[in-house]
């Protein structure tokens, strides 16, 4: 009796032990899972990061010129506007025209109130994009901030060249997004950003006019 006793009271001991030593595996096989995890998670944000900067670099055509991109998207650049740029992204289902030029702003309201429906108005931006936001063509390529990130002295207007009538409306050739931003007291930038079928391609740079 009393030897049987001896052996049920050492065993205590090595039967409390096992539960510690299995929670102490589970607990470093979680953090391993758990560092794994987090491995793998920058993994991919590195590599969603370097195919978003792949895709905001990519397929960039060197022959669109303003004047080019102008007769394209039938929008007539005035002659007092300054530092006119443009740009040409090829995709894979449809290419992107991007145009910028800046105008003094009584001239930008003019132009503008040319484009548009007479008797309708440019919106603001009420529901500005975040400062980070890239669009797949970015004015970013261009070297300019996004318009859709403004919201102070921003206007912005989607036109169609279906039964527009206006004055300078009747020559659009494709829909467009306009916006106008006054960036500095006096001065506003036009922007537009065109959706256009691939089947349009840009001059060489060299032959570009």
């Known amino acids: 009796m009393n030897s049987s006793n001896r052996t049920t009271v ?4 090595e039967r409390r032990r096992r539960p510690l030593v299995v ?3 589970v607990s470093a096989l979680l953090a391993c899972v758990a560092a794994t995890i987090g491995v ?14 792949q895709e905001m670099t990519c397929c960039w055509e060197d022959g ?10 039938g929008i007539r650049i005035p002659e007092g506007a300054s530092d006119r740029r443009a740009g040409y992204k090829v995709g894979q289902r449809y290419d992107t025209g991007l145009l910028s030029f800046v105008l003094p702003s009584e001239e930008a309201e003019t132009y503008t ?13 009420s529901q500005p994009k975040d400062k980070g936001y890239r669009p797949a063509a970015a004015f970013g390529h261009l070297g300019l901030p996004e318009p859709e990130t403004f919201v102070q002295g921003l206007r ?5 060249p279906d039964g527009l009538a206006s004055p300078e409306g009747k020559y659009l050739q494709r829909c467009i997004d306009l916006f106008a931003h006054e960036f500095t007291p006096g001065t506003t930038r036009i922007y537009v950003r065109s959706t256009i079928e691939p089947s349009v391609t840009p001059p060489p740079a060299g032959q570009a006019s």
């Open 10 to 13: 050492g065993e205590q001991p």
């Open 23 to 25: 929670a102490v595996i």
């Open 40 to 53: 793998v998670s920058c993994a991919a944000d590195d590599v969603s990061s370097d195919l978003t900067d």
């Open 64 to 73: 669109a010129t303003p004047t080019w991109m102008s007769d394209q998207l």
């Open 113 to 125: 109130g040319r484009l548009i429906e007479k008797d309708t108005v440019m919106i603001e931006n």
């Open 156 to 160: 912005k207007a989607s036109l169609c």
